[in-house]
């Protein structure tokens, strides 16, 4: 099904129509979370208002995550199938990426003020995004670096799953350097104990943020096409304006 | 083949071009204005404070793991000559971690004295360094790889690096923490060791890929 729409070409006859559905999706569904999380839904019994944090905080960081591993996953298609529209993709949710890390690490420790007294923490949870948002930064820089573009795809596909494989290690070892030295473990409110009236609100920005990235990845993957394409053969206009000059 | 390679590292760092001096040098000065700046001696920050020395004196030389062979040419004549990706990956890493990572570890306890640490504790900080040290070659190893082709990458290198040291740099130090009281046998030191086995599993493969992938394979 997927290699169906390899195809470049089928690809932006896909994109025509997904794009608008994603983005007037992801205005609708953000619209409608912001009106319910920010001013609609009560405030949490032991949070307070500061509870209004966690519905930009958390679905930020479940995307940052998503977003990497789709990086991960599209950099493996890329480097054993060499397509290049996987290598558009994952260069495509690096930035949407990198920003929903930065979001989740701003609003977190905004958050932490209020509700642990501090802005900032060595916590395994915190320390682990933190170490995710460097290992966006580096996988970026592999593509700004490296000016051949065959080249910089094999090596940014190369550094997008070392991260990944990386990434269950850091939450896993920090977890442990935690356990053995601090006893304070800040435990997020878990979905299941959640109230319904939190529960709805979280969920609308789950799903908006979700097709915000997944919007802003089809914008880029068919800028990349455009681009590719100007490259290969520039436009008559552009050509006669060149001509011209 | 790995033999011929790994001799001609040996030789060209016995006649200087290694680089080894310079992280030698890096590495004394880190702890020196460790020293100046923390006001004194610290044996308490001592362990965590060689661990970064090392960490960053690999880091710092390690454009000089393929970028000047990748340069000259010599990596595509190696390959020329027969040699896999593979036997050259493995043979570069036996001669950085010789020639980088084992002068620091050698250097550790000497600088540990000017932090004013005591034999357990510097013993505990060289042991971890030891068994650390694959894990510092394998990464150091995938990024020079990478960065191979590009010639200052030195900023983005550390970039690229950084985030796979940390689980190293952290159960490092804890290992070297602990040992004064609970010597070798501890979970520290058995995660410390697993890294460095993940990063060496990890590394090479990856390393032969990047190799492949800057020749234009």
């Not at chain 1, 932006?12 to 609708?28: E, M």
């Not at chain 1, 206009?237 to 000059?245: H, Q, Y």
Request: contains cysteine.
């Amino acid at each position: 099904m997927f290699s169906r729409f390899a195809n470049p070409q089928r690809f932006v006859g896909l994109a025509r129509w997904l794009g608008p559905l994603l983005g007037w999706g992801a205005l609708v569904t953000l619209t409608l979370g912001l009106w319910q999380s920010l001013i609609a839904s009560p405030p949490e019994a032991e949070h307070g208002e500061t509870v209004r944090i966690m519905y930009v905080h958390v679905p930020a960081a479940w995307s940052a995550m998503a977003a990497y591993s789709a990086i991960a996953i599209a950099s493996l298609v890329s480097f054993v199938w060499r397509h290049p529209l996987a290598d558009m993709a994952a260069r495509s949710l690096a930035l949407p990426g990198a920003a929903f890390t930065a979001l989740a690490l701003i609003t977190g420790s905004l958050w932490g003020k209020p509700d642990w007294g501090t802005y900032w923490q060595w916590d395994g949870r915190m320390t682990s995004v933190l170490v995710l948002f460097f290992i966006y930064v580096g996988y970026m820089a592999i593509w700004q670096v490296v000016e051949d573009r065959k080249r910089a795809s094999r090596l940014a596909a190369i550094t997008a799953m070392i991260g990944w494989v990386n990434i269950p290690i850091i939450k896993f070892s920090v977890e442990w350097w935690n356990t053995l030295h601090q006893s304070a473990t800040v435990s997020m409110p878990e979905s299941p104990g959640l109230a319904m009236e939190l529960l709805v609100p979280l969920m609308l920005m789950a799903t908006g943020y979700t097709l915000l990235l997944g919007w802003l990845t089809v914008r880029g993957m068919l800028a990349e096409i455009a681009t590719a394409r100007a490259a290969r053969c520039p436009a008559p206009a552009a050509t006669a304006r060149m001509e011209a000059l | 083949m790995m033999r011929a390679i790994l001799l001609r590292d040996l030789r060209l760092a016995a006649r200087g071009a290694s680089g080894t001096g310079l992280s030698l040098a890096f590495m004394a000065l880190f702890v020196l204005l460790c020293g100046l700046a923390l006001g004194g001696s610290q044996p308490a920050l001592g362990p965590g404070l060689l661990w970064l020395a090392a960490t960053l004196s690999a880091l710092l030389g390690l454009d000089r793991f393929y970028q000047p062979d990748q340069e000259t040419g010599a990596l595509a004549q190696m390959h020329h000559a027969g040699a896999s990706e593979t036997a050259i990956a493995t043979a570069k890493c036996l001669s950085f971690a010789l020639t980088a990572i084992i002068p620091l570890i050698l250097a550790a306890p000497f600088l540990a004295l000017l932090l004013g640490m005591d034999g357990p504790s510097i013993t505990g900080t060289v042991l971890s360094l030891i068994v650390g040290a694959p894990a510092l070659t394998a990464y150091a190893s995938v990024t020079g790889a990478l960065l191979a082709g590009q010639r200052s990458g030195g900023v983005l290198a550390v970039i690229l690096t950084a985030p796979l040291l940390i689980p190293v740099l952290i159960f490092g130090t804890e290992a070297a923490n602990v040992f004064a009281a609970d010597g070798l046998a501890t979970v520290q030191f058995r995660i410390l060791a697993g890294l460095s086995f993940i990063a060496v599993a990890l590394g090479l493969p990856a390393t032969v890929a990047a190799l492949a992938a800057n020749r234009g394979a």
